[in-house]
């Protein structure tokens, strides 16, 4: 018989207390409604009357399929009853079947901060546990600073618990709150709570201050705790919170926890954390990061020929887990090392199908190596990469020639404002069509000069959705020419992310190269007809 793993996500109450991030009520609920059809087990939604953006997300009084959803607040008080703490007042009124309260562990804090007896923190913890149990709410009791709490008084740390359960409270959550314990202390001290408190009702709360939040999770459940508590991303402020899109993975697919523990989450559910995971990025206006364990882009890139080929026999010689069991995918990073499996595997990647001994191959391997030797790299460009090999195949529609462009950037002298014009002419079919854009830099207004143009072309409903969300830019230096690398990301409505790429001796050129690549790659996967 497997143990339930519980899993709650605090991403809209701890996540949201980020710097720099302010989620509005329709993006809680978008990230809400997401976490529900994941089948987490518990959604904080936030702290209702501490500001108006919580309190009218829990007016919406939304229901979940999958998800108990979840009210944060404070233990009441001191000098007034329970039932006349307006804190808790506000959390009944949030109308949810789950509470979570936090209050204080640590004597230190007891003292410090609320400037109250420890006998009176004990009192405020044990009435406001009482007081909302009594209303039929599933109660997490959230004990703040308590690894570091028991470090300095373990008898009063516990007493706090204790308190806590003896009136009702259905989880004690153990709370990492400045994030400075290891995992082997983690271990340790669950393992003393556990003597008194049983793990089916004790759970994990872990800051990233030292970069083991997912550490002390796992450290916490294998020393008995049942619920995990986390963010997407490991959003949370300082260094964040436990990353449950690490997390959720480990639990479900690591042999180890997959066959003591039970999840809520469906394993066929699984692939929706890649997307999830940029979701959020994409709402925070965040580039994704490459390399974040499981759904990073580059989580499952091979780069050299020996990996590859090996890769190609079977995906086991360099791959922790299949990239699509959680929604990721397999890249092939073409290099100055590209062997002909290199191409061959990222050609199957991208759809293209191409015997082996075809003469194509070396075509595109000399293409490849002529471009990364005057400055282009195709690591990670993987729509310029598709672009180049549609040329050679021959495979490319021509959608439009560019004929040439200009642009002038000024800056209007006192207001010290600085803008860009920008002309572009293409030859659409034997149409020649002229199109201005201005913009805050040069490279944004060659994008609405292409767009503007696509207004008379009949492209543009295709290229509506394209957003641009990154842009880099890389100088090299051969010799006595610097050249600039410049790589954009695009993304559209899928938001699946392609990269292009251009390179140049100008700036500007390099960038034109790199959007007029993302559109051209847009229009091929929109299977635009090439206008006459
Ligand atoms: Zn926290």
């Not at 793993?5 to 980020?18: H, K, S, V």
């Not at 595109?364 to 040329?391: H, M, P, T």
């Not at 990301?489 to 001796?505: A, H, L």
Request: charge should be negative; proline fraction near 2%.
């Amino acid at each position: 018989m497997k143990e339930k793993l519980y899993i709650f996500d605090t991403t809209l109450r701890d996540g949201a207390q980020t710097h720099g991030v302010d989620f509005n009520v329709d993006e809680k609920k978008i990230l809400a409604s997401k976490l529900d059809e994941l089948g987490v087990d518990y959604i904080e939604g936030g702290w209702p009357g501490a500001n108006s953006t919580d309190t009218q997300f829990f007016n919406e009084k939304l229901k979940f399929k999958n998800s108990l959803f979840t009210a944060f607040g404070m233990t009441k008080k001191s000098g007034r009853s329970a039932e006349n703490d307006p804190g808790l007042a506000s959390l009944i009124n949030a109308d949810t079947p789950s509470i979570c309260v936090v209050g204080k562990t640590w004597d230190f804090h007891v003292d410090v901060a609320l400037g109250i007896s420890n006998e009176e923190n004990i009192d405020n913890i044990s009435q406001s546990i009482q007081f909302l149990s009594s209303k039929n709410k599933e109660v997490h009791f959230d004990a703040e600073h308590f690894f570091d709490g028991y470090k300095a008084n373990p008898d009063y740390a516990l007493q706090c618990l204790k308190a806590a359960v003896d009136k009702g409270a259905r989880w004690i959550v153990l709370c990492d709150t400045n994030g400075g314990t290891l995992p082997h202390e983690v271990e340790d001290i669950v393992g003393e709570v556990i003597k008194l408190i049983s793990g089916k009702q004790l759970g994990i709360h872990a800051h990233n201050d030292t970069g083991n939040a997912v550490a002390n999770t796992l450290a916490a459940v294998r020393a008995g705790v049942r619920q995990v508590q986390g963010t997407i991303n490991g959003l949370g402020e300082r260094c964040g919170n436990a990353n449950l899109i690490s997390l959720i993975p480990t639990f479900a697919l690591k042999t180890e926890y997959a066959n003591t523990f039970d999840l809520s989450i469906n394993v066929n559910r699984l692939d929706q954390l890649t997307d999830l995971s940029r979701l959020l990025d994409e709402m925070l206006n965040r580039v994704p990061n490459r390399t974040a364990p499981y759904v990073g882009s580059s989580a499952f890139a091979h780069k050299g020929g020996l990996h590859v080929s090996a890769v190609n026999k079977d995906p086991k010689t360099y791959e922790h887990i299949d990239p699509e069991l959680i929604g990721n995918r397999r890249q092939i990073i073409i290099s100055e090392q590209a062997g002909k499996s290199n191409i061959i595997s990222r050609l199957k990647s991208a759809g293209i199908t191409i015997n082996e001994d075809d003469k194509t191959i070396q075509k595109i391997l000399d293409q490849v190596k002529e471009r990364e030797f005057n400055g282009y790299s195709y690591d990670g460009a993987d729509a310029s990469f598709e672009l180049l090999v549609k040329k050679v195949l021959g495979e490319m529609p021509k959608f439009f020639e560019v004929m040439n462009f200009s642009v002038n950037v000024k800056n209007r002298g006192e207001e010290g404002q600085t803008v860009s014009d920008a002309v572009v002419k293409l030859k659409v079919g034997d149409e020649e069509i002229i199109g201005n854009g201005q913009g805050v830099g040069p490279v944004n207004a060659l994008d609405k000069a292409l767009r503007n143009n696509f207004q008379s072309g009949g492209y543009s409903e295709l290229i509506k959705d394209l957003s641009l969300i990154d842009y880099k830019v890389r100088i090299l230096n051969t010799g006595t020419d610097a050249i600039t690398r410049v790589s954009i990301e695009s993304s559209d409505r899928n938001q699946k992310s392609w990269y292009t790429i251009g390179v140049s001796e100008n700036i500007i050129e390099a960038s034109f190269r790199a959007l007029i690549d993302s559109i051209e790659y847009k229009l091929m996967k929109e299977k635009a007809e090439p206008l006459h």
